[in-house]
């Protein structure tokens, strides 16, 4: 069985976040996969400092929850994370956890552990930045050499309150696409 890992990336408990990134998960759980979702808002990541440990010694000196984070991605077979824009940008949760993922990944692992896996990403905005945050999180899975399945579009919420997830019908079914795409392309790549 194929493990999916979602990742809410906003700062607030129970937010459109959070619903479209159990939504995703939901999907992928119908295409049979086990699925967990991770709330940034309850871990202490803080951001790298560049101090090159990882490199030296094959560990991150920063103690905080990043480690913990870090090893549910490397176990999972597929990984979607979701940002909401804040000033057109991932939000720093988001930020300080790719920034160490990826560094951590190369400098420490030669960038063995996302290799092959399979990657999404899912953008929440009032109106704009929803681009700029869905490219950001593209960027970091290109980069660390997962593959991204196709969809017609792409996974978009447009919501400012509390609830306006549940308005945009077209949103929400974007992100079960991704949820379904990701798991059947990492179901397909595990050889099931």
Known sequence: MI?????AGSPRRGGNTEFI?????????????????LRLVEKDIRPCDGCLTCAKMGKCSIEDDFMEVFE????ADAIIIASPSYFGSVTP???????????????????SAFTGKVGGAIAVARRTGSEAVWTQILLFILSQRMIVP??????????KERGDALKDAEGLEKARELGRAVASLAAKLKGR
């Open 3 to 7: 493990k999916v890992l979602g990742i």
């Open 72 to 75: 549910k991605m490397a176990q």
């Open 93 to 111: 949760q988001v930020k300080a956890l790719i920034d160490r993922a990826g560094y951590y990944n190369a400098n420490a692992l030669g960038r």
């Open 150 to 159: 196709g969809v017609a579009g792409f996974p978009n919420l447009m919501a």
């Open 21 to 37: 990134i159990n939504e995703a998960l939901n999907a992928a759980r119908q295409e049979g996969a086990e699925v967990e979702a």
